[in-house]
């Protein structure tokens, strides 16, 4: 089972598109675990185990500073894009997720 984090400023904008992912995993018949946080919580998150974090465009600014949380425990991290974001795509920002995770 994949687990996959998604990341924002409040852990509120990005529930959408974790219930859209979760339909495109469904579909898919992909093992996934997908949950939404707020930026504040990864530390705590990366130590309870995840696989991939995706940011939420609106934290992008915080990516350095996330980055350097998440490389020391071999965990991927990326902003999702802000077009596939904006149109809630969610087979879009699964797949660019366990693309993330396959190349790390």
Same mark, same amino acid.
């Given at each position: 089972?994949? /687990?996959?984090? &998604?990341?924002?400023?409040?852990?509120?904008?990005?529930?959408?598109? $974790?219930?859209?992912?979760?339909?495109?995993?469904?579909?898919?018949?992909?093992?996934?675990?997908? !949950?939404?946080?707020?930026?504040?919580?990864?530390?705590?998150? @990366?130590?309870?185990?995840?696989?991939?974090?995706? @940011? =939420?465009?609106? $934290?992008?600014?915080?990516?350095?500073? &996330? /980055?350097?949380?998440?490389?020391? /425990? =071999? $965990?991927?991290?990326? $902003?999702? !894009?802000? &077009?596939?974001?904006?149109?809630? !795509?969610?087979?879009?920002?699964?797949?660019?997720?366990?693309? &993330?995770?396959?190349?790390?």
């Amino acid at each position: 089972m994949i /687990k996959i984090g &998604l990341f924002c400023a409040s852990g509120m904008s990005t529930s959408m598109m $974790v219930k859209k992912m979760i339909k495109a995993a469904e579909k898919r018949e992909l093992g996934v675990e997908i !949950n939404a946080y707020p930026e504040s919580s990864l530390a705590k998150v @990366l130590d309870e185990g995840i696989d991939v974090v995706l @940011l =939420g465009p609106q $934290v992008k600014f915080k990516f350095p500073s &996330l /980055k350097a949380l998440c490389e020391p /425990k =071999g $965990v991927p991290i990326d $902003v999702i !894009n802000s &077009l596939d974001y904006g149109m809630m !795509n969610g087979d879009k920002v699964l797949s660019a997720a366990i693309e &993330l995770m396959e190349n790390k």
